[in-house]
């Protein structure tokens, strides 16, 4: 299947193969470092469905801002996040992202642009529209965008904030990461729809269907959608047609899959479709790829190295950054 490389520059389709494989990368070493006892707690990787996490991030600006999910490494570094101070947040270090507190499922970085992944499902969806709300309000030149699966499609909070995000026209993209699974429940079981992108049209804005495993496409398809949005021409709602080809989360044996159906969505992999353009299109070499594979790898020894010798938080400041207080003002 052909990756359409026309009109993106040079140096835009080698970073978008670069953060692909880092996120890859990032991911299967995060589970190898999981199994000899590096990281605690659950990891949900994206391993299949890197193209919609860079496509989008690399079209988003520096300011703009971004909802995500408890599959959400694929996002981060999209928009550039920093693998080392991921690793550290995965294996619970002072370091990490967020002190080492939250783990994989609620990394958030507000420098970065990250408003936080999330862990209950479609949550942050409602928050993304807020975050849209205010640049609207205050007259900001940002969008905000959220990443949500095909399962966060048929919770109400979605519903709810799509509707006001196309009453209000708010500067919102909607991304749907459609991997054709929510946990064990295959899309045909969990909506009476394949295509979730219909769904805007209830809403009154655009819904768009492109291939989740062609990072340009999505490229193009979210930076239309951002440039709406910044025009005032309100919410766009993608959906990205894709497959995660690891479980739910690591360990899960994943029985409900047919037969033969990771092979198939195999051949259509983001990175190696990708990669073959760029050889087609003398961009770049074999041998330039396998450079990008080897300095990624180098990139993530350091990332585990630095994850490692880390600190991990004390119990004494096990109350900083809680802000829920008791009826009597004691902070807990
Ligand atoms: C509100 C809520 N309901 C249920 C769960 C349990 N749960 C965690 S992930 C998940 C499936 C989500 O599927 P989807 O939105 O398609 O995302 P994917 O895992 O495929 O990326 C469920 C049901 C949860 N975390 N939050
Ligand atoms: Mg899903």
Known sequence: MIVDLTGLAPDLLKEMYRRMVLVREFELRAIAERRIGLIPGFIHASIGQEASAVGVGMAMRAEDVFTSTHRGHGHLIGKGGDVARMMAELAARSTGYCGGRGGSLHIADFALGSLGANGIVAGGIPIAVGAALAFAMRGEDRVAVSFFGDGAANEGAFHEA???????????????????????????????????????????????????????????????????????????????????????????????????????????????????????????????LEAIRQSVRAQ??????????????????ALAGVYAETHNGKVF
Do not use: M
């Not at 350091?302 to 010798?309: M, P, T």
């Open 162 to 288: 799509l509707n006001l995000a196309g009453l209000w026209r708010l500067p919102v993209v909607f991304i749907c990461e459609n991997n054709l699974y929510g946990e064990g429940t295959p899309q045909h079981k969990q909506a009476p729809i394949a295509d979730l992108a219909l769904r805007a049209e209830s809403y009154a804005f655009r819904g768009v269907i492109v291939d989740g495993n062609d990072a340009p496409a999505v490229y193009r398809a979210a930076s239309e959608a951002l440039s709406q949005a910044r025009q005032g021409l309100g919410p766009t709602l993608i959906e990205c047609k894709t497959y995660r080809w690891h479980g739910h989360y690591e360990g899960d044996p994943q029985v409900y899959k047919p037969a033969g159906e990771l092979q198939e969505w195999q051949q259509r992999c983001p990175i190696v479709r990708l990669g073959a353009a760029l050889i087609a299109t003398n961009i770049l070499s074999e041998a330039d």
């Open 300 to 317: 993530l020894d350091e990332a585990v190295a630095y994850a490692r010798r880390s600190p991990h938080p004390q119990p004494e400041e």
